[in-house]
């Protein structure tokens, strides 16, 4: 092809129907449009152009299902659609993206810890359907997606991780052609999510790449997809890819789902990921909101001649009673105890000698500041007199009354209790980094709080401190040292979100007898609201031991499990009846 050819094929590329203007004259008086609406699972896909009369387009997009999301694309004339119901619709905020195929540049690094491939088995499918409900997105159910394993029109990706065979991201593609003979010949990337937890780097991209490719080799000429216009981490990876913006419109329906994109900026958006998914439950059933201090967390709910001030999950309905009792971490042992639940062995620092003396019986303890929250100050797994000192001095700095407890082996179990009623429990797990061969350890460290940050709105990060270099050198190595490809180091022996801790969703695993113990503690402290930390060592079992109790704790981390709405039932049961009858 000649330089003026190349050139000329570009411009009517970019004059495409599903770029810019149609031209009216070129469609024949008769034509018949298929007016082609796609099933995604998360709502419809309806491609505009293959409407001709926009009021029918309006119509169609009125016809969205309840808990579906649809969205009409490539719309000639968006601002007449508009204008059929401009009570029910909206022009979405969002920006289309466009690959233009023949131009993709592969990339020659291959993934390292995980795998892209298709959808291949009903465990997928689940897998892919918790993902999106974690992610706070529109998921569709398992049934659905396995169901398109062999569709020609809608296909699922996922990326898998090479250890263990967990899901860690998802995405779907749409063949424009299959759908309804585009003329085009165009296809579309669709929900996108990757496991705010995935150890890994660069698993949105391979997803991203792999959806490229695929349709490459079928024949399309470009890839679209739609991104928020102020998803500016997601912008930078795809105009690194090749991705350039073009002028595609997309309408969307006034729903409960939507309501953050057509309402405007408000100031609940300034809250913090504990007191926004209150609020928004809240302002899902017309609860009135006002926020107080959105920095701290405050905020009131009011509805007719209620109202209740709350600190994230912190409400008036605790008593400074109950929440005296779980702020003072002896109070809190003492009374589980005498309720007859098991909890480890404790007492409270006097004396140096005193403390190695409690060492030397139990061989392994864990030093931690009687008041505090969000795991500052705390060590685990102390063996050695010398690091047993600086343990102490580093829980001195955030209480002056120092804990030493009996070190209890077993996986971390937080379940959360809510109207003493167990609501979520899920395993936490400590800060851990994966060896790429290509980093050493301060800076996997780094990449890894980095991308733990993104995933928590920045509430969570690993502290490089004393701590940290303790449980580095207790593994044999550090900070400068290169950790081979494919290892996982725990870098931290507490296993708290805010030290880079993840957390893994077990609700359904839980055994009776540990939901037992943990309503019975709950109502031991009598407390409205908690969350419970255990020790155990399997979550189906019946051994335990309670370490803890947290009077305000993170219901955002046990997503998608109800802990919002549970929440809100509880402060407005009236409500709670109305979402039943609905």
Known sequence: MSTREHIHHRLERRRAQSVSSWDNERRHENEIWSETAVDCGWGRLIFGQTFNDPQR?????????????????????????????PQDLFLDP????????????????????????????????????????????????????????A????????????????????????????????????????????????????IGETLVRQVAEFYQARGRSFLDLSVMHDNKGAIRLYEKLGFERVPVFALKNKNAYNEPLFIGKQPAAQLNPYAAIIVNEARRRGIGIEVIDAEAGYFALGLGGRRIVCRESLSELTTAVAMSRCDDKVVTQRL????????????????????????????????????????????????????????????????????????????????????????AAAIRRPAQIVGTGAHNIGELIQIQSRRRRAATSGESSIPVDAETERCIREAGFRMEDMLPYGQTLVVRKTANL????????????????????????????????????????????????????????????????????????????QTAARELRA
């Open 57 to 85: 387009l309006a119509r169609c997009l009125q016809e969205e299902r309840s808990g579906r999301r649809d969205v009409a694309m490539y719309l000639r004339d968006p601002h007449v659609v508009l204008s059929y119901a």
């Open 94 to 149: 969002s920006h289309t993206f466009r690959l233009w195929l023949d131009r993709y540049q592969y990339s020659h690094r291959r993934p390292k810890g995980f795998v892209v491939r298709l959808l291949n088995s009903r465990a997928d499918a689940e897998a892919v359907h918790r993902l999106y409900a974690a992610r706070r997105m529109v998921p569709p159910n398992a049934e659905f997606i396995w169901e398109q394993r």
């Open 336 to 423: 589980l105890k005498r309720s007859g639940l098991r909890v480890p062995d404790q007492c409270e620092y006097e004396a140096l000698d005193q403390a190695e003396a409690f060492l030397t019986r139990h061989g392994s303890v864990v030093v931690k500041p009687a008041r505090g929250e969000q795991g500052a100050g705390i060590s685990v797994d102390i063996r050695d007199p010398n690091d047993l000192e600086q343990a102490i001095k580093n829980a001195r700095r955030i209480c002056e009354t120092v804990i030493l407890e009996e070190f209890c082996t077993g996986a971390d179990l937080r379940i959360i209790v809510i109207n003493f009623e167990v609501v």
């Open 498 to 573: 805010h030290t880079g801790g993840t957390i893994h969703d077990v609700t359904d695993n839980l055994s009776p007898a540990l939901a037992q113990a943990a309503c019975k503690a709950a109502r031991a402290l009598d407390i409205p609201v908690t969350g419970l930390d255990f020790l155990v060592p399997d979550v189906t079992a019946s051994d335990y031991v309670i370490i803890e109790a947290n009077e305000r704790p993170g219901l955002a981390n046990h997503e998608p499990q109800p802990t919002a709405e549970r929440f809100v039932d509880l402060l407005f049961p």
């Open 151 to 202: 569709s020609r029109v809608i296909q699922f990706w996922v990326a898998q991780d090479e250890q263990d065979g967990g899901i860690l991201g998802c995405v779907n593609g749409v063949d424009h052609v299959e759908a309804f003979g585009d003329v085009e010949r165009g296809a579309s990337l669709w929900a996108l999510a990757v496991d705010s937890q995935a150890p890994y780097p660069g």
